[in-house]
């Protein structure tokens, strides 16, 4: 007995190790996962299906997502990013809007401020003309005004000198009387003498 157990326990070992049935070469061994994997076999609702294992843990987590309102967050936080980006959009275009505000503000500003200097150098030329030609004026009226105190003064000299050769004249022509008086003339050649004296004087004035 104890033979015929050792000759089947290498019979047994040789088919293990190396040999199939009818002792051929044995065919590639299966892997653990693939052996120990449950079939998909049997009714679709059934615990030993594996599809409808897989669609039961799918609708659990489904309606885990839903009772703790997963959705909604996500939505939510999409929502407020959303809502985020509107706002800054909005903030860009009112930045936007304020800098074109301010860019036209600046242009009419700046028209406001040549138009005014081209006032002001206006009124400088118009105020500059005006006292040029007053100016003018004034030196034209002193002008005018020191020429007739010129033409005063010399009428005023030539009536003085009328008068002065006057009474040089009367004092020549009393001197000539007192002359003639002590001489002893006659009064015609008295008469022709003033006369004569008078006319001298008249010929030296005109």
């Known amino acids: 007995m104890g033979g015929a157990g050792s000759v089947g326990g290498r019979d047994a070992g040789t088919r293990a190790v190396g ?16 052996a120990g994997a449950p079939a998909a076999t049997g009714p679709f609702f059934s615990l030993g299906n594996t599809n409808f294992i897989v669609l039961l843990a ?14 909604g967050k996500l939505a ?13 959009l909005d903030e860009a275009r009112a930045l936007r809007e304020e800098a074109q505000t301010l860019l036209a503000s600046y242009e009419r500003k700046q028209k406001d401020v040549q138009a005014q200097a081209d006032r002001i150098v206006e009124t400088a030329k118009t105020e500059a003309k005006a006292a040029a030609d007053q100016a003018k004026r004034d030196l034209e009226a002193s002008i005018k005004r020191r020429l007739a105190s010129a033409e005063d003064q010399i009428e005023s000299a030539q009536s003085a000198a009328i008068r002065e050769v006057r009474d040089q004249a009367a004092q020549v022509a009393v001197a000539a009387a007192r002359e003639v008086i002590a001489k002893e003339i006659s009064a015609a050649q008295a008469n022709k003498l003033i006369d004569d004296s008078i006319a001298t004087v008249d010929a030296k004035l005109h």
């Open 19 to 34: 040999g199939g049935p009818g002792g051929g070469p044995a065919g590639p061994p299966r892997s653990r996962s693939a």
């Open 76 to 88: 939510g936080m999409l929502d407020k990013r959303a809502d985020g980006i509107r706002s800054e």
């Open 58 to 71: 799918f609708i659990l987590f489904l309606a885990v997502l839903v009772y703790f309102q997963v959705p």
